[in-house]
């Protein structure tokens, strides 16, 4: 038996260690030391210790506007997940299929919304969506007339489904890529095997593909849902959080970081904001750890 | 962090005296050059965001100081996002010498101790003999001077000249609206007139031309005075007149393709016409029919600011007179258009020559500051959401200012 000594190990160690603190660990501890302070505007440099006076003010703040925005953006996740699995998956299944020609062409060319820097593709959409002289209400009045145009961004309802729109095409190439690194892994043996004893194609979709892809689509999904809820970007800058109807009530696409980025990075509450941070941190973090809980639950009854 | 501060402070030092002995070495021949208390020696980093041919013009200026003064180096950072950049820095103690942005961020960046007063280096009587008052009062906060101006800007009507003659032009803001309508009743898929209507920096000349206001030094909120209310009611008025969805980029390329008769727009979108093939003359806003005062857009003042970590800031103050001074800003503007801050290069008659020049000058006269209160920050979004309801026809004026008026004042408090 070899005998290691502790010296060895945390000198092995210490490289992930170090990055990891670094990486990880500083900033989420700096950033709830700072949500215990009152830096902001007039204290920025020469800041003190407040203790929770910033978690107090925040759940003062934390009205029907805050629950309407967090709602809104639960459902915003809920809608875009399904939506980027199944997109993800369908691309990838036709990928992975060995009729198509000239794959390392379409891998590619279908990873380019992913690799594009968002502010570009939010930009682009927000033209494509522009109720006069965007794409899709000029295809729209070949359709429908020249008066005619589709409420994109001016409506709310609207609003929102451009926005899940515009995201659902920058975020599927992720699972298309995931997918299908997963796909490439399962040995044909499998479904020859399956086909053999008969299986049906569905059948063996069901049976093999699936089960087989839950190990790399569950973290996939996870990180996503994290991304996903902390949209800014696509929001922000198609419809800055509109369409507004007061100046007192938070917009349509106001999701939890649009609206913090309004309500306290703009006005430099940096101990507030840090606060709020730390509350949104323990949320995900409680979401995700039931989430991983309940789909382990699922797979112990599926065996 | 501190070992690095501690070695860097210990390198500065052996710079001081490496150049002091140097100083010394070159000083039996170079007696006569005393005039001046100011050191001429070391490196001074400018941050700023000048582009294109802006960034040509301004770095033959510092280019031409180096060669002046060899000891001196100037380092140009162009940062993308300056006011993040100057932000963090200023939050971890660092900072470049010298900040060249508008005068907008000054309250903000002082609160933040991101820069300092320079009084110890430059007169107030100097300032008045230089630069324009507006200028002047841009770069003062709380009675201390942070910074020298360069330009200033300011939005004015730029119109094409193959669409509308310059008698045509409204006089006032009533004669605007009926010939906005006019012209898209009798021009289908152009327009008389575009604008951004849903930004408050775009409306101030409706809202300060009819007596209103976004907020004051001291923090009242005026959004729900009756001026405030004429100069939204005025930009509601032109639903139907402007294309429902419009924006800065819808207005902007309207004007560009010839499909707008004027637009309001500020001095940096001038070379996007020009080169968009656009034969354009200039005109000042409209008087405000109203209160009989002519319309008054914000004045911004590009100024340099003397950042609060500099080492060196008798050596950046002369960088900052040097670049502001009337040679050279009469020789940038030639190339930039840009309109001098400094008065005597504006009253040169080689500047007053240029069409841009005159033209956005003759405008900048009827504007008030662009205000550098740090409130102004709390002000930007609840009018911006009060222009977009009333656009859309969400809200009434009154309600749509009554709701902005509450949100700007939860947000002044809180940076209060």
């Known amino acids: 038996m070899y005998r290691v000594r502790a010296l060895t190990t945390v000198t092995y160690l210490a490289p992930m260690i170090i990055g990891v603190g670094l990486i990880s660990l500083y900033p989420i501890l700096y950033n709830i030391f700072i949500s215990v302070t009152n830096q902001n505007l007039y204290h920025f440099r020469h800041y003190s210790f407040i203790g929770l006076t910033n978690y107090q003010s925040l759940l003062k703040t934390l009205d029907a506007d805050f629950f309407i925005v967090l709602a809104r953006t639960f459902a915003f996740v809920a ?9 993800g998956m369908l691309n990838a299944l036709a990928l992975n299929h060995p009729a198509i020609r000239f794959k390392a062409f379409w891998r590619v060319a279908l990873i380019v919304p992913w690799a594009v820097p968002s502010y570009i593709t939010a930009l682009v959409w927000k033209f494509f969506f522009n109720g006069e002289f965007g794409t899709f209400n000029q295809l729209y009045r070949v359709v429908a007339g020249p008066q005619a145009g589709l409420p994109w961004l001016s409506d709310p309802n609207w609003a929102f489904g451009s926005i899940v729109l515009a995201n659902l095409w920058m975020s599927y190439p992720f699972f298309m890529v995931v997918i299908l690194g997963a796909l490439q892994s399962i040995p044909t043996e499998l479904y020859e095997a399956a086909a053999v004893d008969g299986a049906s194609a569905w059948r063996r979709f069901w049976a093999i593909t699936i089960p087989l892809l839950r190990p790399a689509l569950l973290p996939a999904t996870v990180l996503s849902a994290i991304l996903t809820f902390n949209t800014l970007n696509t929001a922000y800058l198609i419809t800055t959080g509109g369409p507004f109807v007061s100046a007192a009530k938070p917009g349509a696409t106001e999701f939890v970081m649009v609206y913090a980025f309004r309500e306290a990075f703009q006005l430099f509450n940096f101990g507030y904001i840090a606060a709020f941070a730390v509350v949104i941190f323990m949320m995900l973090f409680g979401v995700t750890l039931g989430s991983l809980r309940f789909s382990g639950l699922v797979r112990e009854e599926a065996r | 962090m501190y070992a690095w501060k501690h070695w860097s402070s210990s390198a500065g030092l052996a710079a001081v005296v490496l150049v002091g002995m140097l100083a010394a070495a070159c000083g039996a021949s170079n007696q006569s050059n005393t005039s001046t208390t100011v050191n001429r020696s070391g490196t001074i980093t400018i941050w700023h965001g000048y582009e ?8 033959a200026i510092y280019d031409a100081y180096m060669k002046q003064y060899p000891n001196v180096t100037i380092n140009l950072v162009h940062k993308p996002n300056l006011t993040d950049a100057v932000t963090a820095a200023a939050g971890a103690g660092q900072g470049p010498d010298i900040v060249a942005w508008v005068d907008d961020q000054i309250g903000k960046w002082v609160k933040l101790e991101a820069i300092k007063p320079m009084d110890t280096w430059v007169s107030k009587d100097y300032m008045t003999s230089q630069y324009s008052q507006a ?32 008698d045509q032009i409204p006089k006032t803001t009533d004669d605007l609206v009926s010939y906005a309508k006019s012209y898209s009743q009798s021009h289908p898929g152009a327009y008389g007139v575009v604008w951004n209507p849903k930004d408050a920096y775009f409306q101030a000349p409706w809202i300060y031309g009819s007596g209103g206001f976004y907020v004051k030094a001291d923090g009242t909120v005026g959004l729900n005075t009756s001026g405030t209310k004429a100069g939204f009611n005025f930009v509601a008025s032109f639903k139907g007149a402007m294309p429902a969805g419009v924006d800065y980029g819808i207005a902007d390329t309207l004007f560009k393709e010839g499909k707008a008769a004027m637009i309001i727009n500020g001095p940096w979108s001038v070379a996007d016409y020009v080169k968009a093939g656009v034969d354009y003359g200039y005109a000042t806003l409209p008087v405000v029919t109203g209160a009989g005062k002519p319309a008054s857009p914000f004045v911004g003042v590009k100024t340099l ?7 060196n800031p008798a050596l950046a103050v002369d960088i900052m ?10 020789n940038m503007v030639l190339t930039t258009r840009e309109i001098p801050a400094n008065k005597l290069a504006l009253a040169d008659p080689k500047v007053q020559a240029i069409p841009d020049i005159a033209g956005f000058g003759a405008q900048v006269k009827n504007g008030v500051p ?20 009333v656009w859309t026809g969400k809200q009434s004026v009154d309600a749509a200012l009554s709701d902005a008026q509450s949100a700007a004042e939860k947000n002044v408090a809180q940076l209060k």
């Not at chain 2, 294109?52 to 770095?59: F, M, P, R």
């Not at chain 2, 600011?305 to 080492?311: C, K, P």
């Not at chain 2, 007179?321 to 009469?330: A, E, I, L, P, Y």
């Not at chain 2, 920050?377 to 009018?383: G, I």
């Open chain 1, 79 to 87: 809608i875009c997940i399904p939506l980027f699995l199944a997109l």
């Open chain 2, 52 to 59: 294109g041919t802006y960034l040509d013009a301004k770095k």
């Open chain 2, 135 to 166: 200028a002047v009062d841009a770069a003062t906060f709380e009675g201390k001077t942070y910074g020298m101006p360069e330009a200033v800007e300011a939005i004015t009507i730029i119109y094409n000249k193959k669409l509308i003659t310059s």
């Open chain 2, 305 to 311: 600011m003397l950042g609060a970590y500099s080492t």
């Open chain 2, 321 to 330: 007179k040097f670049f502001t001074n009337k040679d050279n800003q009469t």
């Open chain 2, 370 to 389: 662009l205000p550098n209160t740090p409130f102004m920050s709390a002000l930007w979004d609840p009018v911006a959401k009060a222009l977009e309801a």
